[in-house]
């Protein structure tokens, strides 16, 4: 599965996950799912296991009261398309150069993976 770019979706989740009180790694896990990622690569890219994954995405799903993932990435490309009509800009957030590297070693993993 194509995995959307996390420098184009991560300002918008930003957004979307304003006033909620997910921990990091449940909004780390937010923005892995609406890039499409499947439980075993998540849990992979986040160095746990799927059953960890599962139980967070329940816990993501009861306390920002969506049914699953499918009404989750729903809600968020509702918000982004909404701010994106309404003009509204929002700038990526620079990577540094770690991070950068990190993000190279995931998206090579999920391309081995996937």
């Known amino acids: ?3 959307i770019d996390i420098e184009i979706l991560a300002p918008f989740a930003a957004k979307f996950l304003e006033g909620t009180n997910l921990t990091p790694a449940e909004r780390a896990e937010v923005l892995r799912m609406a890039q499409g990622f499947a439980c075993k690569d998540s849990a992979a890219a986040a160095g746990v296991s799927p059953e960890t994954i599962r139980a967070r995405r329940k816990r993501i799903y009861r306390k920002i009261d969506a049914s699953g993932a ?3 990435i729903a809600r968020l490309l509702s918000l982004s398309l909404k701010m994106l009509v309404k003009g509204e ?7 540094v150069p770690a991070q950068a590297q990190a993000a190279q ?10």
């Open 89 to 95: 800009r929002i700038e990526p957030r620079p990577v």
């Open 1 to 3: 599965m194509p995995h």
């Open 70 to 72: 499918g009404e989750l």
């Open 105 to 114: 070693g995931e998206a090579s993993q999920s391309l081995v993976a996937g």
